[in-house]
């Protein structure tokens, strides 16, 4: 293999862009070859396409790329001595020299693509740039250039590989049948697209049309025209020199069992287990054991902080502080679930401010290209004030609190149904509001605020009471009782078999002290599909207590108590989610209300 | 049946019945008033069968006789009828209703589907003036408790002895107790538990002059006056023990002015707005300091001049608690008394005008 590439003269007065990387530079890359199968020539191939600037992509795919596999695009385009330089192993233009290597924000960079893809195949590249003289037509077999020629073409470039693995006949039987080649590409097309929201991807397969995804679309409408409609809530958190954009599902329709999920880093796909699990922990309670939300986050971090080079396919990456930013990620995806846009629906959800900005375009090896935007999210403003002119100047908190309920905004009129639900109208239609849910989600926080910060508030009884107890219940008091204690329970053993109870919560006015302390007892000692969703002994004494403790369903509220139950749920920090995973709140937007009654 | 009233007399009756008219009903002929004209008197009696009220009010009797008619209706009617004698006859299940030009036929049940009234015997009655009960009702029935599962503390206790009679209400956390003596005194005496919401009926129907007999059979209770009747079922079952509750060797002791200290309690109470509510009581030679921090939302201080030379003690309760109590004392000077942070503190007019205690269970102090 040669290292030194064909260095023509100059043409056309631009400086040659590609450069033959040093040896030592060269060495310091992961060795690997690139090119193992056709996902893999379509992900070089359209990287370049992206790092040369491609507003559209057209990928086209024949016998599951085993025939063929042609990447267009209208990018800059190569000058002639910059084709015949690139497909020379390790030309590239993005490296100048080693120290280079730590700050990589282009996606490919190794300058293996071309000359690797050219080893194996017969490929023609034809390009053109802006401007320039005419375009060029390189045609090369098994890695020997064949021709160069003129060719008349608009700016861009077009790879076109055919019989690939043509001189590694053991590779090429290595291939998977044409439907699980295909779809290996069409993942590696779908994770580039998520990234590039900005650029046109056109997959084509035997002549037939697999996607067509328009330039400018926001995530979830692109998350959409991949797959379907998944009822996305936009993240956008920062901390740091770390940010996270993207979109998770809402909770309410995330399901058990498959999900999709793509992770970025700078722009760049990867995959990791750790940050997956951790954006799983950022919905703890928000969805039921078991059941995962869809997840597009797309990290940046400084390049010093992230090593994309320990894969060859560079499909993981390695953080410096791989604990920071599992935190990140998980305390990013909770936040975004405590906003109104996370709450339940029935119907189509009201429209989401997902609003990602354009990445600007460079020329190939601007910083920060590739760098998600910010995910610029308007306060939305659940309710309804009386000046809605008004709103700019009060919508002072910055918090979520903000966004569904400011406490200056009047409550709106509270009517409870059934006993259990409680129905209040918004800005953009009603809310339904479980009040047992509610009361978990605002007891659940509040006890669990009152762990960290130490004191209990128990209300101490006229006519304590005793309970009788199984051993296994036994053993949970003695093992919990400072836990108890905290929540407002004053108890202690009483004869063998029983408990004395001398103090308890009060957390409302309908409270049967006597019948939450026995199920959460028992509940503690023989466990629950919530207690097996508990971290810790903290989570399941707080989780049963809420649980327990909140006010039933079938429980008749005075306004003032619905009033306070409201007040209190909007001061929560995850108010559209209950402790099982279910939802506190559901909203029914006036759209689907007109939807409903046919009014346009 | 045949009789003619005045307006104001048929709107005054037709309200004091229509507090027992249920609003939802399984049962059709609860939402009808029952309709007795005889001996020139007319009765109306309402009822939701756990309780009932019957008034009298006077009408001119022509045709005596007895219907059902739609309560909330008639109620309705009556208030929109000109200024002039009303004039009400029945036709078989048919009422009319007739009142210068005015003229309305409202449709009836037979008088055979109202339920027949509790049967109370009056013969060995409790004698209490309307002002008694008054004073019983209002002081107590604020402490029951609103948690379903214990329907004994859901109600009043009301002890009719020979000497006095005493009402109690608690929820297990605070306690109101009440007494008033017996004027006659008793004959035999009895422990009732009784419907909150019976008794302030009953306070509401019947004026403070008015002179009223108490009798119980079986599982219901009467009250009657002169010209009204009210019946409630009893809760059935056993009051907890609340005399060996209620501290005896409370040696601190603080007074203070009742309106200043709810007026402070009822400051405090805006910013302890979470359950439990949570006020702390800093008692102090001759100062009260009340204090709350409510996360989140901030903090509240006051402090108000009391009596108290003991050693300073801090307490805490449950803002709600206190207000309802302090507020419920008479006006003038308060008595505290309590022995420890986590006992019960009794609370009383400190010039004993009235025979009232109350106590309040703290909460933790951390």
Request: net charge negative; proline share 7%.
């Given at each position: 293999m040669t290292r030194t590439g064909p260095n023509g003269p100059g043409r056309s007065g631009a400086r040659p862009r590609v450069r033959v990387l040093p040896d030592h530079v060269a060495n310091q890359i992961a060795a690997g070859e690139v090119v193992e199968r056709p996902a893999s020539v379509v992900k070089e191939l359209v990287e370049n396409a992206l790092d040369a600037g491609a507003q559209a992509i057209r990928v086209l795919l024949e016998q599951g790329g085993k025939g063929r596999i042609r990447v267009a695009d209208d990018g800059c385009g190569m000058m002639r001595q910059d084709v015949l330089a690139s497909l020379d192993r390790h030309a590239t233009s993005k490296i100048r020299d080693a120290k280079d290597l730590q700050e990589i924000r282009t996606l490919g960079f190794r300058g293996e693509a071309l000359p690797s893809i050219a080893a194996v195949s017969r490929i023609v590249v034809e390009t053109a740039v802006e401007g320039g003289d005419a375009g060029t037509r390189v045609r090369a077999l098994a890695g020997r250039i064949q021709s160069v020629e003129d060719a008349a073409r608009r700016r861009g470039t077009t790879v076109d590989v055919r019989n690939l693995f043509l001189n590694t006949p053991v590779r090429a039987r290595f291939l998977r049948n044409v439907a699980l080649e295909t779809r290996a590409v069409a993942e590696v097309l779908h994770a580039l697209a998520l990234a590039h929201l900005d650029v046109r991807f056109v997959f084509e397969t035997n002549g037939r049309f697999h996607l067509d995804l328009l330039a400018g679309r926001r995530l979830e409408e692109r998350v959409g025209e991949i797959w379907e409609d998944a009822s996305l809530i936009p993240v956008s958190a920062r901390e740091g020199g770390m940010r996270l954009d993207g979109a998770v599902q809402r909770p309410d329709n995330a399901r058990s069992g498959f999900r999709r999920a793509q992770l970025f880093v700078n722009g760049r796909p990867f995959r990791d287990g750790r940050i997956l699990a951790a954006g799983d922990r950022g919905y703890r309670t928000t969805v039921p054991e078991g059941v995962r939300g869809w997840l597009f986050l797309f990290l940046t971090v400084p390049p010093d902080q992230v090593d994309v080079n320990v894969h060859p396919g560079k499909a993981e990456v390695r953080f410096r502080d791989s604990a920071g930013v599992e935190d990140f990620v998980e305390a990013s995806v909770r936040k975004a679930l405590e906003g109104v846009d996370s709450a339940a629906t029935w119907g189509k959800p009201p429209p989401v401010q997902m609003v990602r900005e354009r990445p600007p375009d460079g020329d190939g090896d601007g910083d920060g290209r590739n760098a998600p935007a910010a995910a610029d999210r308007s306060q939305i403003r659940?309710?309804?004030?009386?000046?809605?002119?008004?709103?700019?100047?009060?919508?002072?908190?910055?918090?979520?609190?903000?966004?569904?309920?400011?406490?200056?905004?009047?409550?709106?009129?509270?009517?409870?149904?059934?006993?259990?639900?409680?129905?209040?109208?918004?800005?953009?239609?009603?809310?339904?509001?479980?009040?047992?849910?509610?009361?978990?989600?605002?007891?659940?926080e509040r006890i669990t605020a009152r762990f960290e910060a130490g004191g209990g508030e128990?209300?101490?009884?006229?006519?304590?009471?005793?309970?009788?107890?199984?051993?296994?219940?036994?053993?949970?008091?003695?093992?919990?009782?400072?836990?108890?204690?905290?929540?407002?329970?004053?108890?202690?053993?009483?004869?063998?078999?029983?408990?004395?109870?001398?103090?308890?919560?009060?957390?409302?006015?309908?409270?049967?002290?006597?019948?939450?302390?026995?199920?959460?007892?028992?509940?503690?000692?023989?466990?629950?599909?919530?207690?097996?969703?508990?971290?810790?002994?903290?989570?399941?004494?707080?989780?049963?207590?809420a649980c327990k403790g909140a006010i039933k369903a079938g429980q008749k509220l005075s306004e003032e108590e619905m009033q306070d139950l409201f007040d209190q749920l909007f001061a929560t920090d995850l108010p559209y989610h209950d402790v099982h995973g279910r939802p506190t709140v559901v909203r029914l937007g006036l759209d689907e209300l007109r939807r409903k009654f046919r009014r346009s | 049946m045949n009789f003619t009233i005045t307006r104001e007399n048929l709107v005054k009756g037709l309200s004091a019945v229509s507090a027992s008219i249920p609003a939802k009903t399984s049962l059709p002929v609860l939402s009808n008033v029952l309709l007795e004209a005889d001996d020139g008197e007319l009765w109306l009696t309402g009822t939701d069968l756990d309780l009932t009220v019957r008034?009298?009010?006077?009408?001119?009797?022509?045709?005596?006789?007895?219907?059902?008619?739609?309560?909330?209706?008639?109620?309705?009617l009556a208030r929109e009828l000109p200024e002039?004698?009303?004039?009400?006859?029945?036709?078989?299940?048919?009422?009319?209703?007739?009142?210068?030009?005015?003229?309305?036929?409202?449709?009836?049940?037979?008088?055979?589907?109202?339920?027949?009234?509790?049967?109370?015997?009056?013969?060995?009655?409790?004698?209490?003036?309307?002002?008694?009960?008054?004073?019983?009702?209002?002081?107590?029935?604020?402490?029951?408790?609103?948690?379903?599962?214990?329907?004994?503390?859901?109600?009043?206790?009301?002890?009719?002895?020979?000497?006095?009679?005493?009402?109690?209400?608690?929820?297990?956390?605070?306690?109101?107790?009440?007494?008033?003596?017996?004027?006659?005194?008793?004959?035999?005496?009895?422990?009732?538990?009784?419907?909150?919401?019976?008794?302030?009926?009953?306070?509401?129907?019947?004026?403070e002059s008015s002179e009223l007999a108490v009798a119980k059979s079986g599982n219901h209770l009467g009250f009657r006056s002169e010209d009204a009747e009210v019946y409630t079922r009893l809760i059935e079952g056993k009051?907890?023990?609340?005399?060996?509750?209620?501290?005896?060797?409370?040696?601190?002791?603080?007074?203070?002015?009742?309106?200043?200290?709810?007026?402070?309690?009822?400051?405090?109470?805006?910013?302890?707005?979470?359950?439990?509510?949570?006020?702390?009581?800093?008692?102090?030679?001759?100062?009260?300091?009340?204090?709350?921090?409510?996360?989140?939302?901030?903090?509240?201080?006051?402090e108000v001049e009391m009596d108290y030379d003991n050693a300073a003690e801090q307490i805490g309760f449950n803002a709600n608690y206190l207000l309802e109590v302090v507020g419920n004392m008479p006006k003038g000077e308060v008595r505290f008394s309590f022995k420890t942070a986590e006992r019960a503190t009794v609370i009383e007019p400190a010039d004993k005008s009235v025979d009232y205690l109350c106590l309040i269970m703290p909460l933790r102090l951390e």
């Open positions: 659940l309710f309804r004030t009386p000046d809605d002119a008004q709103e700019a100047h009060d919508a002072t908190p910055a918090d979520h609190a903000a966004d569904a309920f400011s406490p200056q905004a009047p409550r709106p009129a509270l009517l409870q149904v059934h006993n259990s639900f409680i129905l209040a109208e918004t800005r953009d239609g009603v809310i339904i509001i479980d009040q047992h849910a509610a009361h978990e989600r605002i007891l659940y128990g209300q101490r009884l006229l006519f304590p009471f005793t309970v009788r107890l199984t051993s296994a219940e036994l053993d949970v008091v003695r093992s919990a009782s400072e836990l108890l204690a905290k929540t407002g329970f004053d108890v202690e053993p009483f004869g063998a078999h029983a408990l004395l109870v001398q103090a308890v919560p009060s957390p409302h006015p309908h409270f049967d002290a006597e019948r939450c302390i026995r199920e959460m007892l028992r509940e503690l000692a023989e466990g629950s599909d919530l207690m097996r969703a508990a971290r810790n002994q903290n989570e399941r004494v707080a989780m049963s207590y | 008034i009298k009010v006077p009408a001119e009797v022509k045709e005596s006789g007895t219907i059902t008619a739609p309560g909330k209706k008639l109620q309705e002039h004698p009303v004039t009400i006859s029945a036709t078989g299940h048919q009422l009319e209703v007739q009142c210068g030009w005015s003229h309305f036929k409202l449709n009836g049940l037979p008088k055979e589907e109202f339920p027949s009234l509790p049967e109370v015997e009056f013969e060995d009655a409790w004698q209490i003036t309307g002002k008694a009960l008054a004073e019983l009702v209002r002081r107590t029935t604020f402490a029951v408790s609103t948690e379903e599962s214990r329907p004994i503390l859901n109600g009043v206790l009301w002890e009719l002895k020979r000497e006095n009679m005493v009402m109690v209400a608690t929820n297990g956390h605070r306690l109101a107790r009440v007494s008033v003596v017996a004027d006659p005194p008793t004959e035999a005496s009895e422990s009732l538990i009784v419907s909150p919401a019976a008794l302030q009926q009953a306070q509401g129907l019947f004026g009051y907890p023990n609340y005399e060996q509750v209620i501290p005896k060797d409370n040696d601190k002791v603080a007074t203070i002015d009742q309106q200043m200290m709810v007026a402070a309690v009822r400051r405090m109470a805006v910013v302890a707005s979470d359950p439990p509510h949570r006020t702390r009581l800093a008692f102090e030679p001759n100062r009260l300091r009340l204090d709350v921090t409510t996360p989140d939302l901030g903090e509240a201080a006051d």
